[in-house]
T-cell receptor, first 118, second 116 residues
Framework: GAVVSQHPSWVICKSGTSVKIECRSL??????MFWYRQFPKQSLMLMAT?????????EQGVEKDKFLINHASLTLSTLTVTSAHPEDSSFYIC??????????????FGDGTRLSIL | AQTVTQSQPEMSVQEAETVTLSCTYD???????LFWYKQPPSRQMILVIR??????QNATENRFSVNFQKAAKSFSLKISDSQLGDAAMYFC?????????????FGKGTKLSVKP
């Protein structure tokens, strides 16, 4: 159980394009979903946290107008990289949790999306 | 501020042998959770093991076990009978009890190679 599907797995697009990444919890309801960015050989950097039906909470330094997050249901969250530029190229990973992390609920991760902006 | 440190960027182990990955953390909290996550070349992060700080007993999951030393703020992962499929990046992570959603803190990771 606890499967998280992330789509697409790889995107190559031109500079200025907006790209939408989907994150779905397939067999559980995700109270909270998280979006991370991972640079090569680096750890995961939390970008934002989203709770179903409410606005996402962005980490310091993350542009909320650049990275739009929508968490419309308990099984789906989307990240839209608006007007993407080469510096936005990275590996983006979503994760989902059944409950609050602070009571020990683990995160379940998607496969990640490799975004390449030309 | 809480920090998680993995001092071994890379480790190598012979198949069927045992390897220990180190993790230390810094916190002023008394109640928290610690995790080890595995990220294989396919890139999906997988939870390996979880430890509650209030439990003195070390968590175990099959071939994976931890050595949790609360006073020393150490949380090492031991992999016994290493298998080729254990090759991956391993991340240690921390969150304080009752912490907000964004307070899961990851270490920089340790790349484990398994030699046949």
């Amino acid at each position: 159980g606890a499967v998280v599907s992330q789509h697409p797995s790889w995107v190559i697009c031109k500079s200025g394009t907006s790209v939408k990444i989907e994150c779905r919890s397939l067999d559980f309801q995700a109270t909270t979903m998280f979006w991370y960015r991972q640079f090569p050989k680096q750890s995961l950097m939390l970008m934002a946290t989203s709770n179903e039906g409410s606005k996402a909470t962005y980490e310091q330094g993350v542009e909320k107008d650049k990275f739009l997050i929508n968490h419309a249901s308990l099984t789906l969250s989307t990240l839209t990289v608006t007007s993407a530029h080469p510096e936005d190229s990275s590996f983006y990973i979503c994760s989902a949790s059944r409950g609050a992390l602070g009571i020990g609920q683990p995160q379940h991760f998607g496969d990640g999306t490799r975004l390449s902006i030309l | 501020a809480q920090t998680v440190t993995q001092s071994q960027p890379e480790m190598s182990v012979q198949e069927a042998e045992t390897v220990t990955l180190s993790c230390t953390y810094d916190t002023s909290e008394s109640d928290y959770y610690l995790f080890w996550y595995k990220q294989p070349p396919s890139r999906q992060m997988i939870l390996v093991i979880r430890q509650e700080a209030y439990k003195q007993q070390n968590a175990t999951e099959n071939r994976f076990s931890v050595n949790f030393q609360k006073a020393a703020k150490s949380f090492s992962l031991k992999i016994s009978d290493s298998q080729l499929g254990d090759a991956a990046m391993y991340f240690c992570a921390y969150i304080k009890y009752g912490g907000s959603q964004g307070n899961l803190i990851f270490g920089k990771g340790t790349k484990l190679s398994v030699k046949p």
